[in-house]
Every structure is written in structure tokens, then in C-alpha cells.
């Protein structure tokens, strides 16, 4: 729960979380999750700003709108412990541009973030929403919903949040690069390159 407070203070300051929209959630072991009350602002949350609540619950009381989305995630995907849903400004531009930002425009991004995705605008909160992001991509780690917003997905909240750091960040230097004529991206061998030099350094 501390992480998620650390999160959502970190992404509030960012302007990924203006007013009251936005929702996090982490698991607490294979079928409860700790997910945000709905309709909370997220600058300065606290213990009671949340719900720990199961994922046999359809629709839980008090819980984030978002609820199904979460719990469809956790259901699919064992790899999941961390779900930070966002309005990041740079991502969500291209959300509803609908485009997807190329993870291979910067070393770090290409690394690190894995697949972006794009999920077809669906309403919020609705079992569609659920449907149709896990259907776009069953091992994503950033959805970018279209006319909505962003997902991101970890092992941990510092995972998922560092993942959505970059990826906002790779969303606003490319609509920079984009002023100047365009980003080049990395071409395979250079990706190749980069992968050898990074799997010799976590080896070490």
C-alpha cells in the first residue's frame, strides 16, 4: 500500500492524475487486491483512500469504477502485481491521436518498457474495457485507451511506475522530435547491440 501512496504522489506531481481520475492497485496475495476508493484525489492518499477487496468480487462496495479492468488484468496475467491507470498528458495525446509511440526511438525505452499497445476506445469501467485491452495484448506492459487514457503493469509498483515514467517520457520527446522533423529510430542491429551489452551487464 506505501508504494502505491509513493506512486500516486510521484505521478500527481507529474499531472498524470489531475482532479480525481486515475486508479492504482496492487495485489496482496493470489486473490486479494488493494485497489484506490473511487473518486478520491490522489495527491496526499492515505490508508483509508483504499480497498482490499477479492478478486472473486464482480463489483466490489466503495471500489474504483475501474474495478473490472483491474481485476480482469490480475485474473489473465499471474505475471501482474502492480496496475497504475493514468491521464499522463504525452501518453494520452497520443491515445487519442491514436498512435502508439516507437519504443525504439530511445535506448532505455526500447530496453525497458517492452510493448506499448493500443485498445480501442471502449467505455470506462465497462467489462468491453476489460475485454477488449486483453484481447489487443495478453503480455503488454503500457495500453495506451484510446480517447481515455494509459495502463501500465508491473511485478511490483516501482516497476510499473518506472515503466510509465518512461514511456511518458518517450511520449514527449517524440511530439518534441516530431516539431523538428521526426525521430530516427534504432535499427536491428543497434537493438541487437543493445541487448547483448545490457545482458552482459545484468549478468555481471
Not at 129 to 139: G, H, I, K, V
Request: aromatic content about 4%; proline content about 5%; charged content about 15%.
Amino acid at each position: 500500500m506505501h508504494e502505491l501512496i509513493h506512486a500516486a504522489a510521484v505521478l500527481h506531481r507529474a499531472r498524470c492524475l489531475p482532479a480525481t481520475d486515475g486508479n492504482l492497485s496492487a495485489r496482496l496475495d493470489q486473490r486479494r487486491v488493494v485497489i484506490t476508493k473511487a473518486g478520491i484525489e490522489k495527491r496526499e492518499l492515505v490508508e483509508n483512500s483504499f480497498v482490499v477487496t477479492s478478486l472473486d468480487e464482480p463489483i466490489p462496495e466503495h471500489v474504483s469504477s475501474e474495478w473490472p479492468m483491474h481485476r480482469a488484468i490480475y485474473l489473465a496475467r499471474s505475471d501482474v502485481g502492480c496496475i497504475l491507470h493514468v491521464h499522463a498528458p504525452f501518453l494520452s495525446s497520443f491515445a487519442i491521436a491514436g498512435h502508439i509511440p516507437d519504443v525504439n526511438l530511445l535506448t532505455e525505452t526500447q530496453l525497458l518498457i517492452g510493448q506499448i499497445t493500443l485498445v480501442p476506445f471502449a467505455v470506462p469501467g465497462s467489462n468491453a474495457l476489460a475485454e477488449s485491452l486483453l484481447a489487443q495484448s495478453p503480455t503488454a506492459n503500457v495500453y495506451l485507451l484510446a480517447n481515455h487514457g494509459v495502463v501500465a503493469v508491473g511485478q511490483t509498483a516501482a516497476i510499473a511506475l518506472h515503466r510509465l515514467e518512461r514511456a511518458e517520457f518517450l511520449a514527449e520527446i517524440s511530439i518534441h522530435a516530431a516539431a523538428i522533423g521526426g525521430g530516427i529510430p534504432l535499427n536491428a542491429a543497434q537493438i541487437s547491440e543493445l541487448e547483448t551489452a545490457y545482458s552482459k551487464r545484468s549478468s555481471c
